[in-house]
């Protein structure tokens, strides 16, 4: 099993930033890929970012040049920089990681204020 807990998480004005951690403990293999999804109300879950074990990433076109998403290995962190932050990115946020099995984190709630 692993857990994923997630942190960093608030209430933000429209330009601010936000920093969200999400640390995993138990039986993580690499290599792996950690990842952020969001969901809004009334809104399906959608991808933001991912990064591998070697630390390439992607990111939704959304959130591109925005949002920087990095790991510490040794750490078995991962974690999303939110710039500029705009009201429609006021969501649950969830770190997933997706090595033999795929785990998700509860979510932590960021919410932007126009």
């Known amino acids: 099993q692993v857990q994923l807990v997630e942190s960093g998480g608030g209430l933000v004005q429209a330009g601010g930033s936000l920093r969200l951690s999400c640390a995993a403990s138990?039986?993580?293999?690499?290599?792996?890929?950690m990842g952020w999804y969001r969901q809004a109300p009334g809104k399906q879950r959608e991808f933001v970012a991912g990064?591998?074990?070697?630390?390439?990433?992607n990111y939704a076109d959304s959130v591109t040049g925005r949002f920087t998403i990095s790991r510490d290995n040794a750490k078995n962190t991962v974690y999303l920089l939110m710039n500029s932050l705009k009201p429609d990115d006021t969501a649950v946020y969830y770190c997933?990681?997706?090595?033999?099995?795929?785990?998700w984190g509860q979510g932590t709630q960021v919410t932007v204020s126009s």
């Open positions: 138990g039986n993580i293999f690499r290599p792996n890929v």
């Open positions: 997933n990681v997706l090595g033999v099995a795929l785990f």
């Open positions: 990064i591998s074990s070697e630390g390439r990433t």
